[in-house]
């Protein structure tokens, strides 16, 4: 009897061994305007890289450059705790069983694409297109990353344009019983799937047949359909013009009988328009206060508002990017704007995009992604900066559940995504956001102290580094952030009555001066064109009493946490799963054998 219950044990161990290890971080759940990890009832911030599978060829792109468990530790390097997955329609509902083979030589993709794909990835050539997403969604999992898979079109191809077939139901490729049908296989696919923690319903609505009608019906009825199919993934929800308008919602919420899984998602780029407000060239011929002020205001009324109220729901910034290449003004202006909303919300959110370049793209083969994280060889990050100007985005600074006062915040200089500390001399400066220097402000007009201290922000006039002093009864202590944007903390100059000095960071240095406001002036002179943003600082309300150090890795379920540590040892942790994952299924069945045997 015994004999048999050593069995019995051996071979339960055995598959213990054998079955890959998962946490129950999973699933997600909703708590007003945060996404919760349903087993710690703690915030899980998603920090997502758009990865494009939508087009043609209907595959993930970089297979060609890469193999697969190489490119997801590039992600993982980067600090991504998630990728937004996109995918079209009919490759569930027409292509399914459709050979990756097969399909690239009917597209006559050029033969370096199949070349390096079968150097790099040579097994996936012989899946089906469904198993190649699988094999990527199983990596993810491997590597601790979750998936937000993103119904990008119907028709696999390049989005968006008014008229591109794909926009709004019932146009061309857009059948809304095929729709339904496909996001109920996609649901049922990945039902029980730990890794695919959320599915929209479709991104980017646009063209003449909008409508709200129809947006309240099919989007009703598609987010039941994934619900159905499988309940424990959040269903995300894209609002019209492109994902920038929900207003209407104001009128009329949307309500859906799908427990806390309901997210919004929202786009927006340098060139989008945010209601009436067309931005494609006022990021360099307007002031950039004033561009600023009315591009997030809009962005609120239009979109921000859907975090509070009595149907507060969860946002995901799904989308938003730039010319990582660094030459074009208008999306630096633009970008270092976002910023301040994106981190002044503490949103969730995904970069647009993490690849480097595309198999084909509009008939055009192996083209390049100048808004690619990764260049066009995917072994270097396209903008050099990123992990700097990124750092305080990917933080958790907002935690429902902490007990720590919400009245402290981080001084942020978004310009360079830096955080502003106090130096050996006394004097301010910026630098990493693993500063532990945490400020309080008493309103505009009076100090900005630091914590736990009796000091605060001194200004010593124009040119001179501002300091941390005892004298916080002077008017050089007493700060006012003035200018449209709100982005200029200001004190008066004691040596000229009624002009403002404004907080500046040095050009050569990273020491922090005083010097005259630039184009702080609330009127319609557009004559004041200077760039400002040198002189932008914000206010970054903080609740999370965990140092940026150690909190990146424990902001995120447990399953996740290897994706936020330092990056240089990323891949090499990748390398050491890997040989204990082999040396346990050796194990496991060197055991299995062993019990046969006894």
Known sequence: MMGKISNVVLVLVYYSIL??????????????????????????????????????????????????????????????????????????????????????????????????????????????????????????????????????????????????????????????????QGLSLVGKHYAGNSVVVAMSLRNELHGPRQNK????????????????????????????????????????????????????????????GVGILNLKETWTMQP???????????????????????DAAPLIFSEFGFDESGSNEEDNNFLTCLQTYLVGNDLDWGLWAFQGSYYLRDDKAQVDENFGLMDSSWTHLRYPNFNEKFQLLIRKNQDPTSKVSNNESILYY?????????????????????????????????????????????SNGEGFPVTLSNDCKSKNSSWIFVSPSKLHLATT????????????????????????????????????????????????????????STQAMFSQPKMRDRNIKISSYASKLCKSQSLVRKFSQTVGLIVFFFTLLF
């Open 414 to 458: 978004p310009l360079s995504g830096q955080c502003v500390k106090v130096n050996g001399r006394n004097e301010l400066e910026v630098s990493s956001c693993e500063t532990k220097d945490r400020w309080i402000h008493d309103g505009d007009g009076g100090n900005i102290n630091l914590v736990k201290t009796n000091k605060c922000l001194t």
């Open 19 to 180: 079955t890959p290890s998962r946490s129950n971080g999973y699933p997600l759940s909703t708590q007003n305007r945060w996404i919760i990890d349903e087993s710690t009832k703690q915030r899980s911030k998603l920090v997502c890289g758009n990865w494009a599978g939508h087009l043609e060829p209907m595959l993930p792109e970089g297979l060609n450059k890469k193999p697969l468990k190489d490119l997801v530790s590039q992600l993982v390097n980067q600090r991504f705790n998630c990728v937004r997955l996109t995918y079209a329609i009919y490759m569930w509902t027409r292509y399914e069983n459709n050979v990756v083979e097969d399909t690239l030589r009917d597209l006559r993709i050029h033969k370096e694409v199949v070349k390096g794909i079968s150097k790099s990835n040579p097994s996936l050539l012989k899946m089906t297109h469904i198993q190649v997403f699988d094999s990527l969604v199983k990596e993810l999992g491997d590597q601790n990353v979750m998936v937000l898979l993103d119904n990008h079109v119907s028709k696999a191809k390049w989005c968006c344009n008014d008229d591109d077939g794909n926009g709004f139901f019932y146009d061309k490729y857009f059948d809304p019983l095929e729709w339904m």
């Open 288 to 310: 950039l206060n004033k561009i600023c002020a009315n591009s997030l205001e809009a962005l609120d009324n239009q979109v921000g508002f859907l975090r509070s109220g009595s």
């Open 213 to 272: 009608g129809d947006w309240y019906h099919y989007m009703s009825e598609g987010a039941k359909t994934i619900h159905k199919a499988n309940p424990q993934v959040l269903v995300v929800v894209s609002g019209l013009n492109y994902d920038t308008e929900f207003q209407f919602l104001k009128r009329k919420p949307l309500k859906l009988n799908i427990g806390k899984k309901l997210v919004y998602e929202t786009h927006l780029y340098s060139w989008s």
């Open 493 to 548: 100059n004691i040596q000229s009555d009624g002009e403002y000095l404004c907080l500046q960071k040095d050009s050569n240095s990273p020491t922090i001066l005083t010097s005259k406001c630039i184009c702080i002036e609330d009127d319609d002179d557009s004559t004041c064109l200077n760039n400002p943003q040198s002189q932008w600082f914000q206010l970054v309300p903080t609740n999370n009493n965990v140092q940026p």
